[in-house]
């Protein structure tokens, strides 16, 4: 069971983005990702709920899939170092190693709900 989920009890919702740093993305593509990324952790981290309830995993799909942040409740996340463009776009592989991501996330809650309802 996660520690963070018995220190920060706030209900969660998982956010997972799948980001492609692939080749395509070079020059300023890339830039804008670089800092809408930044942009999006700001206003989580800023949002007083969202910044304990959001959790938030970062996949990047470029050359490979990796991931990049694991799932990190978004008041603890610090910006990200910019992602460089190289390689193919695997996106397939990057939403199915997301939904996975996603579906054991949920069983982690689901799993501290019936600990907390069995030891209250």
Known sequence: MSNDLIENPSPRCPCLVILD???SMDGKPIRELNEGINLFIRALREDEVASF?????????????????????????NECAPLPAYGNTPLGRAVEL???MLERRKNE???????????G
């Open 21 to 23: 740093t692939s080749g």
């Open 98 to 100: 997301g939904l996975d």
């Open 53 to 77: 309830s959001v959790e938030v995993a970062f996949l990047r799909a470029g050359g490979d899939v990796e991931e990049i942040l694991p799932f990190t409740v978004a008041s603890e996340i």
């Open 109 to 119: 809650y689901k799993k501290m709900v019936l600990h907390i309802t069995n030891h």
